[in-house]
């Protein structure tokens, strides 16, 4: 069974620039994470979805940040403009997403942003 | 609001010593409690899941426990070895599948 997939693994910009993250989640899993990992921390929760709707988004910083899941399957997470504490590893994860809480996250190995 | 933590933040140890990690978090319902070992440059991957119902989780040299009327939660590692050099973080499961995290302890086995 193929893995979650993350690209770019590794990106490089300026502040007030514009990037963006594509996550692939295991084929079948409904629920689809983005985390923000900054160094020497626990991954923050940045959005939930289910198939293609929004649980949670509560942490997301709309104002700069944005993610799409269509058609229930890949996903993409934006950055625009970048600032300088956006520096970190953005983390994307899946899970079947089934009828219960018992259920464990599978994490893709990470988009590596520095922001300079 | 849940919060997880975890000490001692970094440990090192020689190889062959058995050794516990610590978990502790603030708001006992919880619907599980899991650990994950995060390499340099990759991912997380999931370890042990204990079910709100369960005291304990075993796999091979991994022993997870968990005692939700005090907070705690231990990651049990016996006849450590140095491919267990890694960083390892708990996560408490809350409703709509959430896991609020610990910042992780770095545990280093030294050969």
């Known amino acids: 069974e193929a893995g979650v997939a993350q690209s770019p693994r590794y990106k490089i910009i300026e502040k007030r620039q514009s990037v963006a993250f594509w996550c692939n989640p295991i084929?079948?899993?409904?629920?689809l994470y983005w985390y923000q990992q900054i160094l020497g921390q626990g991954p923050k929760l940045l959005i939930q979805?289910?198939?293609?709707?929004?649980?949670?988004d509560s942490q997301l910083p709309k104002d700069r940040f944005s993610a799409e899941r269509l058609k229930g399957v890949d996903s993409t997470l934006k950055i625009q403009p970048a600032k300088l504490e956006d520096s970190a590893v953005y983390l994307c994860?899946?899970?079947?997403?089934?009828?219960?809480?018992?259920?464990?996250?599978?994490f893709g190995p990470g988009t590596r942003l520095l922001v300079l | 609001k849940q919060e997880v933590t975890q000490i001692p933040a970094a440990l090192s140890v020689p190889e062959g010593e058995n050794l516990v990690l610590n978990c502790s978090f603030t708001?006992?319902?919880?619907?599980?409690l899991q650990w994950f070992r995060q390499d340099p440059g990759k991912g997380l991957t999931s370890l042990l899941l204990?079910?709100?119902s369960q005291r304990e989780q075993t796999s091979g040299r991994l022993n997870a426990s968990l005692d939700k009327s005090s907070g705690r939660s231990t990651l049990y590692i016996a006849a450590s070895q140095p491919g267990d050099s890694a960083t390892y973080l708990c996560?408490?499961?809350?409703?709509?599948?959430?896991?609020?995290w610990g910042a992780g302890t770095k545990l280093i086995i030294k050969p």
């Open positions: 994860a899946s899970a079947p997403g089934g009828a219960t809480n018992q259920e464990t996250q599978y």
């Open positions: 084929s079948g899993h409904a629920t």
């Open positions: 979805f289910q198939n293609n709707g929004v649980v949670d």
């Open positions: 708001d006992s319902a919880i619907y599980n």
């Open positions: 204990i079910q709100s």
């Open positions: 996560a408490a499961g809350g409703s709509n599948y959430q896991l609020i």
